[in-house]
């Protein structure tokens, strides 16, 4: 069964200090990972996304790391601020896929349940 | 990128009534999905909006009670039928292309069911 797991569910952390959430997943066929990050009352927004032969990515502040071989990865947040309070998905990409019938492949999301992050000044 | 907007951005509505929610994405997107997501959970997959042809539904979703349309490579609308409290949720469209791993989500509606 495809499956996303983080931790931890949730997190407090103060104004300035840094965090680090984890994801880890089981899904087969692989294709590649995200990290979103969804505020309150708003859709998903992509942070990093990142390919099977790909260790790390950063984006500003995030920086996310991929290990294939235990299947785990990693979002850091350096310097946190107020605005990061948000939920953090990790979202594991499998595909492609070809259902019958449909001319073409396409990639299907598998999401974790989310960590929810409390930034407090 | 694509920009995705939905209609309604949030309703109330009485048990044993219907809703359509709208999609509408600024771009030709081979893609899209509606997703779910209730309270203090992550996003539930519903179905695959197939243009031109019927959507695919993922286990535990049915086209009677979230029939969805999709008339051309940019609008879709997901219909939430004969609702009941258990429906309260936040309604998501997203879209994306074959070639691009990236996925794109609308603001979501927020539905509460009375």
């Known amino acids: 069964k495809n499956q996303v797991e983080q931790s931890p569910q949730s997190l407090i952390i103060l104004e300035g200090k840094n965090c680090t959430l984890q994801?880890?997943?089981?899904?087969?066929?692989?294709?590649?990972l995200r990290w979103y990050k969804q505020d309150t009352g708003r859709g998903p927004v992509s942070l990093t996304i990142?390919?099977?032969?790909?260790n790390t990515k950063s984006n500003g502040r995030y920086t996310a790391t991929l290990d294939a071989d235990t299947k785990q990865s990693s979002l850091h947040i350096t310097a946190s601020q107020l605005s990061d309070s948000a939920s953090y998905i990790c979202?594991?990409?499998?595909?492609?896929?070809?259902?019958?019938?449909?001319?073409?492949?396409?990639?299907?999301?598998?999401f974790g349940a989310g960590t929810r992050l409390a930034v407090h000044p | 990128s694509a920009v995705i907007s939905q209609k309604p951005s949030r309703d109330i509505c009485q048990r044993g009534t219907s809703l359509t929610i709208q999609c509408q994405v600024d771009?030709?997107?081979?893609?899209m999905f509606w997703y779910r997501q209730q309270p203090g959970q992550s996003l539930t997959l519903i179905a695959t909006?197939?243009?031109?042809?019927?959507?695919?539904?993922e286990s535990g979703f049915v086209i009677d009670k979230f029939p969805i349309s999709r008339p051309n490579l940019t609008f879709s609308t997901l219909t939430v039928s004969n609702m009941s409290p258990e429906d309260s949720s936040i309604y998501l469209c997203?879209?994306?292309?074959?070639?691009?791993?990236?996925?794109?989500f609308g603001p979501g509606t927020r539905l509460t069911v009375t």
């Open positions: 979202v594991v990409i499998i595909g492609p896929l070809f259902p019958i019938g449909f001319s073409g492949g396409y990639n299907k999301l598998i």
């Open positions: 994801c880890n997943y089981t899904v087969s066929p692989f294709s590649n």
């Open positions: 771009s030709q997107v081979t893609m």
């Open positions: 990142m390919t099977f032969s790909e």
């Open positions: 997203s879209a994306g292309t074959l070639r691009s791993y990236e996925q794109y």
């Open positions: 909006a197939n243009q031109g042809s019927e959507a695919t539904y």
